[in-house]
Structures are given as structure tokens and as C-alpha cells.
């Protein structure tokens, strides 16, 4: 349950920037779906039982890495992703292609989808081609009971966080902290400021030595600022 009683999703954290929401209603999204190839999730996590639905924020290696072959595998009844990037994974045999672009919204599994904003690129590795991939995003996820929770994808900070909160009232959030790709600890603190939420997840950290943030700076940098957000750190495999 969450702060207002509304139902929410078991998050599982497959470690990186993937992460695994089991609906109220048994069926799973899979946000950024990097599992097999992604040197942080624990194998035991690699197959599902279900794979309803998967939302990519960018077309990064380490964020769609094993799209293809999982949504093969489980035929997931909507893959949504940016235009371009849509294109490119219809373009390699996935089916059930949802495209959409920054400030749109779509119901995936009854749920309210909204893409929105994130400063970072998109190119798609093909080969040893970068292809064109269109603009990097965000989620912000909304259940039907009303439960709303964002995943800010690969980012740096950015005021219109503001807007992300009075618009749609995230109650957690997924915050990169890692440093030199995306948002720094400190940062992604003044993220949590902006966007008012109550909880947060720090992703994209620790998966390789380049990633140097950590999620103990990011409490810090959050104590610092004074502000009622709980930082939730999972190991990946762990869930909340
Ligand atoms: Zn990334």
C-alpha cells in the first residue's frame, strides 16, 4: 500500500536501471529490459513467469540490450517505446510496438503511461552503426486505484521536474545517481526536491567502476537537503 492507500506494484530491481513491477492485478511491466547480458541481475531473474508489458525509456545497450529476445520469448501484449526507437524493434521481429513520444500518455494493462522528459541521448547500436534512436524519456506510471510512480530513465537534472510533480504527484521515484552518464548523488537529491516524492530508488549505480555514485551519497545528499523523501536502496534481486 502506499502513503494514500492506493494499491501499488511489487518493485524488484533487477539491478542497473531495470526493474521489474508486478501489478496489483499479476501482470508484470518490465521497465528497460537489460537482464541476461546486464553484469548485475542475478540469474535466477533472467526468465519470468509473465511478461506483459515493457516500457523502454532510451534505445542504450543498457537499456534494451535483451528487448529483442525477450519480447520474442514472452510476446509481451505491448512494447512501447519512442518513435524511432519503435521502429528499430519492429524492425528486428518485435511485435506489438507501441510508439509514442515526450508528453503523450497511453493505457498499458489499465495503467496511464506518460512519457516524458529526460536529458540525455538515444542512439541505437546496430552493428557497428549508431543509428538514429529519437529523444531520450522518462515514465511516469500511473494505476488505476491512482498510485504513481515515475522512472526518470538516464538523466541529468532538470527543473521541469517541478512539472512532473504538479502535474502528476509521483509518490516514488527511480533516480539515476551514478555519475559521468547521468545525474550525480547530489543531484539526483535536488531531483527528489523538485519532484516532491516520498521514496526513491537509486538506479544506475555500481554496475561497472565508472559508475562512482553511491546510494549512501545519495542519502546524504537527501539528508542534506533536509527534505521527507526515504531513500530505498535495493541490491539487485531485491524488491519493495
Ligand atoms: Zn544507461
Same mark, same amino acid.
Given at each position: 500500500?502506499?502513503?494514500?492507500?492506493?494499491?501499488?506494484? &511489487?518493485?524488484?530491481?533487477?539491478?542497473?536501471?531495470?526493474?521489474?513491477?508486478?501489478?496489483?492485478?499479476?501482470?508484470?511491466?518490465?521497465?528497460?529490459?537489460?537482464?541476461?547480458?546486464?553484469?548485475?541481475?542475478?540469474?535466477?531473474?533472467?526468465?519470468?513467469?509473465?511478461?506483459? @508489458?515493457?516500457?523502454?525509456?532510451?534505445?542504450? #545497450?543498457?537499456?534494451?540490450?535483451?528487448?529483442? +529476445?525477450?519480447?520474442?520469448?514472452?510476446?509481451?501484449?505491448?512494447?512501447?517505446?519512442?518513435?524511432?526507437?519503435?521502429?528499430? /524493434?519492429?524492425?528486428?521481429?518485435?511485435?506489438?510496438?507501441?510508439?509514442?513520444?515526450?508528453?503523450?500518455?497511453?493505457?498499458?494493462?489499465?495503467?496511464?503511461?506518460?512519457?516524458?522528459?529526460?536529458?540525455?541521448?538515444?542512439?541505437?547500436?546496430?552493428?557497428?552503426?549508431?543509428?538514429?534512436?529519437?529523444?531520450?524519456?522518462?515514465?511516469?506510471?500511473?494505476? @488505476?486505484?491512482?498510485?504513481?510512480?515515475?522512472?526518470?530513465?538516464? &538523466?541529468?537534472?532538470?527543473?521541469?521536474?517541478? /512539472?512532473?510533480?504538479?502535474?502528476?504527484?509521483?509518490?516514488?521515484? #527511480?533516480?539515476?545517481?551514478? +555519475?559521468?552518464? &547521468?545525474?550525480?548523488?547530489?543531484?539526483?537529491?535536488?531531483?527528489?526536491?523538485?519532484?516532491?516524492?516520498?521514496? @526513491?530508488?537509486?538506479?544506475?549505480?555500481?554496475?561497472? $567502476?565508472?559508475?562512482?555514485?553511491? $546510494?549512501?551519497?545519495?542519502?546524504?545528499?537527501?539528508?542534506?537537503?533536509?527534505?521527507?523523501?526515504?531513500?530505498?536502496? /535495493?541490491?539487485?534481486?531485491?524488491?519493495?
Amino acid at each position: 500500500m502506499s502513503v494514500n492507500n492506493h494499491p501499488r506494484p &511489487t518493485f524488484t530491481y533487477l539491478g542497473h536501471a531495470t526493474v521489474r513491477c508486478d501489478l496489483p492485478s499479476g501482470e508484470v511491466i518490465l521497465i528497460d529490459p537489460w537482464v541476461k547480458n546486464n553484469p548485475a541481475c542475478p540469474e535466477e531473474l533472467h526468465a519470468f513467469d509473465r511478461l506483459d @508489458a515493457v516500457l523502454v525509456t532510451h534505445a542504450h #545497450f543498457d537499456h534494451i540490450g535483451d528487448a529483442v +529476445d525477450l519480447c520474442k520469448r514472452y510476446q509481451p501484449s505491448v512494447v512501447v517505446a519512442n518513435f524511432e526507437t519503435c521502429h528499430w /524493434l519492429g524492425s528486428k521481429g518485435v511485435e506489438n510496438c507501441s510508439p509514442m513520444n515526450t508528453g503523450g500518455s497511453q493505457e498499458v494493462l489499465g495503467c496511464r503511461v506518460t512519457m516524458v522528459r529526460a536529458d540525455h541521448s538515444c542512439g541505437i547500436s546496430d552493428g557497428d552503426q549508431i543509428l538514429y534512436g529519437g529523444a531520450a524519456g522518462g515514465y511516469v506510471v500511473r494505476l @488505476a486505484e491512482g498510485y504513481t510512480f515515475y522512472h526518470a530513465g538516464d &538523466t541529468a537534472l532538470f527543473t521541469d521536474m517541478q /512539472l512532473i510533480a504538479e502535474i502528476h504527484r509521483p509518490e516514488l521515484a #527511480f533516480v539515476p545517481i551514478g +555519475d559521468l552518464f &547521468t545525474m550525480d548523488p547530489q543531484q539526483a537529491a535536488r531531483a527528489c526536491r523538485l519532484l516532491g516524492v516520498r521514496e @526513491a530508488i537509486p538506479i544506475h549505480w555500481g554496475t561497472f $567502476p565508472a559508475l562512482t555514485g553511491t $546510494p549512501a551519497q545519495f542519502e546524504s545528499g537527501c539528508e542534506d537537503l533536509g527534505i521527507n523523501c526515504t531513500v530505498i536502496t /535495493l541490491q539487485p534481486g531485491e524488491s519493495h
